[in-house]
């Protein structure tokens, strides 16, 4: 047996908690994606593979006895979804497009002319600078980092049930994005709207190398609508208001640069990041009542600070 000295082991008791059923059922409905496209996907075997073996983890860890002792359990129950949300969105580059075969960028485009009556990622040139840019090619970069150090900073201070919280409402999130992707496909404005833009973006020192970097990661992904990045950073915030003033301050400073990157770096439409606003909203608002219902008393027992139920703690 494995001490498990400073951490709530009695959460290792059997059974599935609320993350597990949402991500397995995400995996399920992507498997059956995968089968029905088989012929068209190479690494249809691969992939399915991928998430037999994945499922069978997560339900095996759910078991708790006799592993209910294990460091290593204990800390996959609570970390798997990071490396597994990562899958996801991989997948989701292969899948969409054998699914689809065509983006949606012209219709954003036009919803975007129609309300602003100018293509907003053209029309900001006139504010471009060097030193913006690379300022917000560094926000933008961060992203992932902000939204996993709320969930760290909660597994440092102990609060392990808040932390399951926590990583459900996040893991949520990425996964209702993913939907969105599925449903309405789309790459950018940096693709489409690319010849109508008169000037290329310029930073000082590190501005090609991150977008650059970024462009391998997500280049292939039909990533826009919901803009993950908006619902994503907007429920850290919400999550970062129950650590500490300070903190979420900080967390709202840092989302309204995001919402205004994801425009001016030309990752987004407008209406991606109200369409993003709109899901986290929505999450905000039903994530603990869905939390429950899918059987996470935790909440309930650790008090309601993340649901928003009282003021934010800390000073």
Known sequence: MV????????????????????HLAFLTVLGAFLIAYSRDLPDAPTLLAIHIVSVALILLASRGRPLKHSRLVYLFRHWYPLPLVSFCYREMAILIPVVWGRSFDGLLADL????????????LERIQTPNFTEFLEIVYALFVPAVLLIPIILWAQ?????????AFLTALGFLVSYVGYMIVPARGPRFLLAPLQHH???????????RSTL?????AHYDCFPSGHVELTILAWWLSRQISKWLGRTYFIYTLCIIFATVYLRYHYTVDLAAGA?????????????????GGSELAESGSRLAGREEPVGT
């Not at 102990?158 to 926590?166: G, L, N, P, Q």
């Not at 709109?278 to 899918?294: C, D, E, H, N, V």
């Open 158 to 166: 102990r609060r392990y049930k808040d932390f399951r919280y926590a």
């Open 112 to 123: 975007d002319f129609a309300i602003w009556r100018v293509n907003p990622t053209v029309w």
């Open 278 to 294: 709109l899901a986290a909203a929505f999450l905000i608002r039903s994530a603990p009542g869905f939390y429950r219902r899918l």
């Open 3 to 22: 001490e498990m000295s400073g951490l709530d082991a009695s959460t290792l008791r059997p059974g599935l908690w609320a993350v597990d059923k949402i």
């Open 200 to 210: 290329a973006l310029e930073g000082r020192w590190f501005f090609h190398w991150m």
């Open 215 to 219: 462009d391998r990661l997500e280049s």
